[in-house]
């Protein structure tokens, strides 16, 4: 699973250590995350889209959505729709 976490943790000037804090994890398990390492539970998705204030889809998504240019990590609250390429 891809993410955009550390275009948004530079956005927002968190650190990894600062991120973390927030969402009750550690560091190390916050970079496993970022990196694609370890996919995270369902709860630490929910508390990583509170702290950006952005839906979880916007920030976590499969390969094949970053293949074919659906993510749009520049304006959040718009995407592509990966059906109708609108």
């Given at each position: 699973?891809?993410?955009?976490?550390?275009?948004?943790?530079?956005?927002h000037n968190l650190t990894q250590e600062q991120l973390a804090k927030k969402i009750g994890i550690s560091r190390?398990?916050?970079?496993?995350?970022?990196t694609g390492k370890t996919i995270p539970s369902g709860q630490t998705i929910i508390r990583?889209?509170?702290?950006?204030?952005?839906?979880a889809e916007q920030i976590f998504f499969e390969d094949d959505v970053v293949d074919?240019?659906?993510?749009?990590?520049?304006?959040?609250?718009?995407?592509?729709?990966?059906?109708?390429?609108s």
């Open positions: 699973m891809r993410n955009i976490l550390k275009v948004l943790r530079a956005k190390p398990a916050l970079s496993d995350i970022e990583i889209a509170n702290v950006f204030g952005i839906p074919r240019g659906n993510v749009n990590i520049s304006s959040p609250h718009r995407r592509r729709n990966a059906v109708y390429g």
